[in-house]
């Protein structure tokens, strides 16, 4: 995992509308996707979450979390010091000294960098993850069909069958068959029946924002459905719904167990849901894996348009689940920049293999900072961007590769909200951290 710097620059943005899944993510994101959850499951949930006046939202929820685990780290005297050194390993590229150290200095070193930059990314994860319709993708929020529907929600599902109804007498595909899916298919993700367990690979995620923001987003969908299930009463169009079980794979060089692991114990005090239950499943643990996903892969230089065949996935010595059925999420948030200066053809190499490996419709989410997303290339230094690089080596020139682009965005902002500083800051004791704001690049691909 790699600082990432956050430089200020005029917001734009930009999203491709899709096709399925693309209708939780139009409601939060106007992005399109493809996991084929319903508009109003992520209406609903926005309603009886961040929306109630009555509750803390989400994000206050998360940034209170982060509050309670750093006060400590902030109120250490040797708190200032231990940062300026930090910042200086980072500078100088020394990301091994600053997050492989095995002693108490090093703990010290990493206690600092959570402190200062892991909340901030956390709650521009956290709305990421939401806009795209990741609790829905991982089977987390409750389908129309098990449920007792609102007026407004019949009206949304009847308008979306005459959509669907429309584009299969253009394509010539039997009506009656799709009705019939309509039928019995609502029960069901984008592979089938509920499973037992997913797995969720998170690349670079050793600091733990990526990994307490999932928590967040899988831990409010839970509260919320379980809360309009409990409202609903038990009639006799109600369906008992069993979530998976959610095991975030966080993959990193550095010695982060530790650490990792007191973040998920707030996860689960913050957030109980994430126990799971008899009743309802899900469960959320999180597996640290320490190693170098870039290891294994070959250092032969390809030329620069060369297209890297696939391999066995580096990563594989590692135990990561790139291969499993159970794989519905990878992420690598604010990593892919590093990866690809530490070693391009290692990282296109990564990329073509999990895209080998990678079931269909497994998802891809790569977040990086607008301010490094300038890629150099080549001995003339001509430099290319990130987006236009990964769209290249994902979803082909001509949209003829292994993955669909669901989301792309090159310069989003994503700003803290009012407030938050003060939340994180609690107590007034201990050095003051303030929650920047973030431009970020952001891809989301479905695989074909």
């Keep these: 995992m790699r600082h990432g710097r956050i430089l200020p620059s005029s917001p734009s943005s930009s999203a491709e509308p899709l096709s399925r899944f693309r209708h939780s993510i139009d409601k939060k994101a106007g992005a399109g996707g493809r996991v084929g959850y319903a508009k109003s499951a992520l209406a609903s949930r926005t309603t009886a979450t961040d929306a109630d006046a009555d509750q803390p939202s989400t994000t206050t929820r998360l940034v209170s979390l982060f509050s309670r685990l750093c006060t400590p780290f902030r109120r250490s005297p040797t708190f200032n010091g231990d940062l300026q050194h930090v910042k200086s390993l980072l500078y100088n590229k020394e990301y091994l000294a600053a997050f492989g150290t095995d002693t108490h200095a090093g703990e010290r070193w990493r206690e600092v960098y959570v402190a200062r930059w892991t909340p901030a990314r956390a709650v521009v994860y956290q709305r990421i993850l939401d806009e795209c319709a990741i609790a829905e993708a991982l089977q987390w929020v409750e389908p129309a069909s098990h449920r007792v529907l609102s007026e407004e929600e019949e009206l949304e599902r009847e308008r979306e069958r005459a959509r669907r109804r429309r584009q299969a007498r253009k394509e010539g595909k039997a009506v009656d068959e799709l009705d019939a899916a309509d039928e019995d298919g609502g029960a069901k993700g984008p592979q089938g029946d509920v499973p037992e367990e997913l797995d969720v690979v998170m690349i670079g995620a050793g600091a733990g924002s990526e990994v307490v923001a999932l928590g967040a987003v899988l831990g409010a969908a839970k509260e919320a459905t379980s809360g309009d299930a409990s409202a609903l009463g038990e009639g006799p169009a109600a369906k008992p719904f069993r979530r998976p ?5 966080a993959a990193d060089q550095g010695s982060w167990m530790t650490l990792l692991g007191k973040m998920e114990g707030e996860l689960r005090d913050e957030w109980p849901a994430l126990e799971g239950d008899e009743a309802t499943g899900g469960g959320f643990s999180v597996d640290f894996v320490r190693g170098d996903v870039l290891a294994a892969a070959p250092q032969s230089s390809p030329s620069v348009d060369a297209a890297p065949a696939p391999a066995p996935a580096p990563a594989d010595a590692l135990g990561l689940p790139f291969s499993s059925p159970s794989l519905r ?6 990593t892919i920049t590093e990866l690809l200066l530490q070693s391009r053809v290692s ?20 977040v990086e900072s607008a301010s490094l997303a300038l890629i150099p290339l080549g001995k003339e230094g001509r430099t290319y961007p990130l987006g236009h690089l ?27 909200p ?19 704001n973030s431009r970020v690049v952001i891809r989301l691909y479905s695989k074909k």
């Design 418 to 436: 009012e407030g938050a500083d003060d939340v994180y800051n609690a107590g007034g004791q201990g050095a003051l951290v303030k929650l920047e």
């Design 245 to 249: 079980r959610v095991k975030a794979h």
């Design 329 to 334: 999420l990878i992420t690598i948030c604010f």
């Design 347 to 366: 990282t296109l190499r990564l990329l073509s293999s999990i895209s080998h490996s990678a079931p269909r419709g497994a998802l891809l989410l790569i």
């Design 390 to 416: 990964l769209d290249h080596a994902l979803a082909g020139a001509q949209g003829d590769g292994a993955w669909e682009t669901l989301r792309s965005e090159d310069a989003r902002w994503y700003r803290m």
